[in-house]
């Protein structure tokens, strides 16, 4: 009791931690959209425009739904810090973009949709301030606020990509160039952020270079030195002579970036005094000196995992990426291979080593007595210990038969006829012997071929998984299948996971845009445009099995859909052995392949004793290995029927009676091998699936047909071997009264454990079973999920 305990107070432990690191990583997530809308609300171009929030509040809105509040809290608070008037502003122009992006008749793209409201809310603002139109320096303004934030808008789609992508998606030259654009317009709004000697603008950049010049070098060093100084001195229209200073910073930090953090911290420190003595009208002065110094203490505590995955993403590790890609690929090939070489060694063991003697065909023929001269009165004469030179004769015979020598054959003919009484018989029987041996002989080298075919496919495979290891190569998987598919559908699943790939037992995820739709939307989402693209590209049907909505790490809508097995079987058998004995020729299995198909099997035996038993259950059983070993049926059933009619030693051969079910199509596809019909009893309709192909092994030439029939629920499909009904009555009265038997049983809503045994006991009154005798009988029916309120008719729920 107490380890129980003990053990639900670290699961609610545990649940409480990860509760506290999401609500954590949340929190910084706000935090952040707060700042940057704070800064952004403070960053004035040209001293007159402010252009930047806007911008931020429509993508934030369209990508980061959960994060405006965040953004609209930090733009209010920072235009309040410039003037009450420019809060006004910022909430006009908030307002007429809504209006704008709601307007159902006219859709605008984001950054037109922007600069609208921007030129609208400030001409509004401007006419009611002037009491009229706005004078020229006023509007020229204007339009400088529209055209900066229209490209804002741009650079900020492009870095704020969907957030499932953030940190996926490349940074290509656009998406960083977008970065450094804001990072200059943030640090445009806190330049007037300055704290007794230590001030925010010169701390952030020169944080910003030292940071770059060790994750990126020279080159990244100086382009964010560069472009963030150059868009900060052009907004401002003063001190345009600092972008020398950080780019020189940029520069020199890079170049010493080999000598860790502290070698990037002194020379980053360099341009600075450099420029100090050189150039008085800088603006160097103690508060600069002082926040770049702060900055230097602050690079130094930074952790170093942060700059691992800057140099990572900066420069990504192409090679390491295509070499788990290679592996990847290389290891699965190698189980395909592997189940393939299973497969290989079984077929040889089937077709080669389980039915080929241990004694050399090629060896010569031990010469014994023929049947003829076992019966004839003169087998001591010629075969005893006086021989006469019998044995002798034979030999030569079968030699020169052998070698086509037609005078040498007529020789030793002459010969035998003239010491043998019966010499015809003699030489028949010797004429069967040798075609004997020459099918034996001819057996045993097309199994041999067979075998080493076999061998050299999988030697051929092994050298290609051996060159595949060399080699680098890409691939598609699934799920960007998918994701094409639903692109082209305009379908907005920003996430695939295919949990299991089996056909049959298929799970997908899919991680849906968030639309505020309700359940039946989602529902009807799923059911007319997913479920159809699914079907199209695994070629089997799927259901919604779930559709949850999750709020983290954002929110969104996600559909777990599975392979929809649309039927069940319920199945019973009725098998007795002639007179009630233990031993029948009869032999049946049942199982399911995959969820969604099921084999059912009935093979009889020649005969009523063991070795018919063995003969049926062999059968059965390497079928079953067959088709574990994804072998086409027929292709199965043509390979068993070759195995079985090379051994010539005996009679080998039986019936088999083969079906697929497919529960997912409802479909039935029968292969019958000697076999009886197999009736379908759809209401009072009856339908029958014929055979005519012979048994297993025993003719010569075998040729198997596929039948297929669409099976409809509450179909009853009866199998059945040919011992149920008897020779000595009429064959069609016999099938007909079964079949009004099994029909009153259906309708009288008899359990189906029970039909068979009370048909046969009914049937068996009315003529005598004199055979092993075996009934399958299968119902197929729709599956009805328990919580369903309406059933199909007849439909039982378990």
Avoid at 4 to 15: D, F, S
């Amino acid at each position: 009791m107490a380890n129980i305990e003990m053990l639900e107070e670290k699961t609610h432990i545990r649940g409480f931690t990860a509760r506290f690191s999401i609500k954590k990583v949340s929190f910084f997530i706000h935090f952040f959209f707060f700042l940057l809308a704070l800064f952004l609300s403070r960053a004035v171009m040209f001293e007159a425009a402010v252009p930047f929030l806007l911008p931020l509040w429509a993508v934030v809105k369209q990508r980061y739904e959960n994060k405006k509040w965040s953004v609209l809290l930090g733009g209010i608070i920072g235009a309040l810090t410039l003037s009450l008037g420019q809060v006004c502003i910022l909430g006009l122009q908030i307002i007429l973009y809504e209006l704008i992006t709601r307007f159902r008749y006219l859709k605008m793209p984001t950054a037109i949709a922007v600069a609208t409201a921007i030129l609208f809310g400030q001409f509004i603002w401007q006419g009611i301030a002037h009491l009229g139109l706005p004078p020229f320096i006023v509007q020229l303004y204007i339009y400088y606020e529209v055209i900066l934030a229209f490209f804002m808008t741009i650079f900020v789609r492009l870095f704020f990509v969907q957030p499932h992508r953030f940190w996926t998606t490349g940074w290509s030259y656009e998406r960083v160039g977008a970065g450094l654009v804001i990072l200059a317009m943030v640090l445009t709004g806190v330049q007037s952020v300055v704290i007794s000697y230590f001030g925010l603008f010169p701390f952030m950049l020169h944080l910003a270079i030292c940071i770059a010049a060790v994750a990126g070098g020279v080159p990244i060093a100086a382009m964010v030195a560069t472009i963030v100084g150059a868009l900060v001195g052009v907004a401002k229209l003063s001190f345009t002579g600092m972008i020398s200073v950080y780019a020189m910073t940029g520069v020199v930090a890079g170049l010493f970036s080999k000598l860790g953090r502290f070698g990037v911290v002194i020379a980053s420190f360099v341009p600075s005094i450099f420029f100090f003595f050189y150039d008085a009208s800088l603006p160097i002065d103690t508060v600069y000196f002082v926040s770049i110094l702060v900055a230097g203490l602050v690079f130094f505590i930074l952790p170093q995992k942060m700059f691992t995955f800057l140099h990572d993403m900066i420069h990504p590790k192409r090679d390491e990426v295509l070499l788990q890609r290679q592996q990847w690929l290389t290891e699965h090939t190698t189980e395909k291979i592997e189940t393939f070489q299973n497969f290989t060694l079984f077929m040889k063991e089937l077709v080669f080593d389980r039915f080929t003697s241990t004694e050399s065909v090629s060896e010569l023929r031990k010469i014994e007595p023929s049947a003829t001269c076992m019966s004839c009165f003169r087998f001591d004469h010629c075969w005893g210990e006086r021989n006469n030179n019998m044995d002798e004769l034979i030999h030569h015979w079968f030699v020169a038969k052998s070698n086509s020598r037609d005078g040498e054959q007529n020789i030793i003919e002459d010969r035998i006829k003239l010491k043998c009484i019966k010499p015809t018989r003699l030489l028949e029987e010797l004429d069967y012997q040798l075609y004997h041996d020459r099918m034996n002989g001819q057996f045993y080298h097309g199994k041999k071929m067979i075998a080493l075919q076999l061998r050299d496919l999988s030697n051929h495979l092994n050298r290609l998984m051996e060159d595949m290891k060399e080699e680098t190569l890409s691939f598609k998987t699934i799920e960007e299948e998918l994701e094409y598919e639903f692109k082209r559908a305009h379908v907005q699943c920003f996430q695939i996971d295919v949990i299991n790939n089996t056909m049959g037992e298929r799970v997908i995820i899919c991680s849906l845009a968030n639309k505020n739709d309700s359940y039946d939307d989602q529902y009807l989402l799923c059911e007319r445009i997913i479920l159809p693209i699914l079907y199209d590209v695994f070629s089997e049907p799927f259901q919604v099995e779930k559709i949850s909505t999750q709020k983290s790490p954002f929110s969104h809508v996600q559909v777990r859909f599975r392979s929809a097995v649309r039927y069940e079987i319920e199945y019973d058998i009725y098998s007795r052995a002639k007179n009630s004995a233990w031993v029948s020729g009869d032999s049946h299995a049942v199982f399911h392949i995959h969820p969604g198909l099921v084999a059912v099997m009935l093979s009889d035996g020649m005969g009523q004793n063991r070795e018919a038993q063995r003969e049926s259950r062999r059968l059965v059983r390497l079928m079953r290995e067959c088709l574990s070993y994804n072998m086409n049926p027929e292709t199965a059933m043509h390979t068993l029927h070759y195995v079985m009619s090379l051994n010539r030693e005996v009679d080998m051969y039986a019936t088999i009676d083969f079906a697929l079910v497919d529960l997912q199509h409802g479909a039935l596809w029968s292969w019958k091998a000697g076999s009886m019909s197999t009736y379908i009893l759809r209401g009072e309709r009856l339908l029958k699936v014929d055979g005519a192909a012979a048994p297993v092994g025993f003719m010569p030439v075998f040729s198997v047909e596929t039948e297929k029939v669409n099976l409809l629920a509450e179909d009853y499909v009866v199998m059945v071997s040919d011992g149920v009904f008897s020779g000595k009555f009429d064959w069609e009265e016999q099938e007909q009264y079964f079949i009004s038997l099994l029909k009153s049983r259906i309708e009288e809503d008899m359990p189906i454990e029970v039909i068979l045994y009370d048909v046969m006991e009914q049937f068996s009154n009315m003529y005598d079973v004199d055979d092993d005798c075996t009934v399958i009988l299968l119902n197929v029916s729709h599956v009805v999920p328990k919580w369903a309120v309406f059933s199909p008719p007849n439909a039982k729920i378990s």
